[in-house]
């Protein structure tokens, strides 16, 4: 088993191939996982890019939290998950999320679970870059 | 005898107040009263229905009571994944 942590924050595109080694386990029956993908549209407003910034203390903690949380609501083996941030383009990973298990239904479970409470509650915020030459970040509904 | 506080700024009141963080000498005595003076002095768009708060890298009720040395953050809403 790996010795990595199990949520963190990355400046670098992030590695699905690699992040699933650290899933790795006899024991498991079942990985599922999760990609976000930046889209080129948000709201109907056409989408160049986006900016991803995080508040690093709050977020990996709230994060190890939430994979704590998962390990105890459902039967897993490993789970990770890792966020990127800065600039990112068009059709890259923003957020992967991986979980092994030995059953299917406990992998799907915790994955989703991961992923919604790290949306909901990890200090990590995105700003949109519109091809209209506007930015904004999502959820302020601030035009800048 | 006022605190002396540091606080960060992420996403849009960074962008606001032009700074990722600085030292501010302050009587409020919670965190609601804090932002409440920033506001005033930097006018501040976010209401604090829609802000958290974290000292010291944690979660923090509005209410608590700030201590001289405290690291405070106004959390915007998040967006993640």
Redesign the interface.
């Known amino acids: 088993m790996s010795t990595s942590p199990a949520f963190s924050i990355s400046g670098d595109p992030l590695e699905p191939d690699k992040l699933k080694r650290h899933l790795l386990d006899s024991h498991a029956g079942a990985l599922a996982t999760f990609e976000?993908w930046v889209r080129n549209h948000n709201e109907g407003e056409a989408v160049d890019r986006l900016e991803?910034?995080?508040?690093p203390?709050?977020a990996n903690?709230e994060g190890q939290r939430i994979v704590a949380e998962a390990f105890e609501k459902f039967e897993i083996d490993a789970a990770i998950a890792q966020?990127r941030v800065g600039l990112l383009e068009i059709g890259e990973i923003?957020?992967w999320v991986g979980v092994s298990a030995a059953h299917r239904g406990a992998a799907f479970d915790a994955c989703r679970y991961i992923?919604e409470e790290?949306?909901?509650?990890?200090?990590?915020?995105?700003?949109e870059y519109y091809s209209r030459g506007a930015t904004d970040?999502?959820?302020?509904h601030?035009a800048? | 005898m006022p605190n002396k506080l540091k606080i960060q700024y992420f996403a849009l009141l960074r962008e606001q107040r032009g700074l990722d963080e600085e030292t501010v000498e302050t009587k409020a005595a919670t965190a609601e009263q804090l932002y409440e003076e920033l506001v005033q002095k930097h006018g501040f768009g976010l209401p604090t229905s829609s802000l958290k708060v974290a000292v010291n890298d944690d979660f923090a009720d509005w209410n608590a009571p700030l201590n001289d040395g405290d690291n405070v953050v106004f959390i915007p809403p998040v967006a993640g994944g």
């Open positions: 976000g991803y910034s995080s508040y203390a709050l903690k966020h923003a957020v992923i790290i949306k909901a509650r990890v200090p990590i915020w995105k700003k970040w999502v959820n302020c601030q800048t």
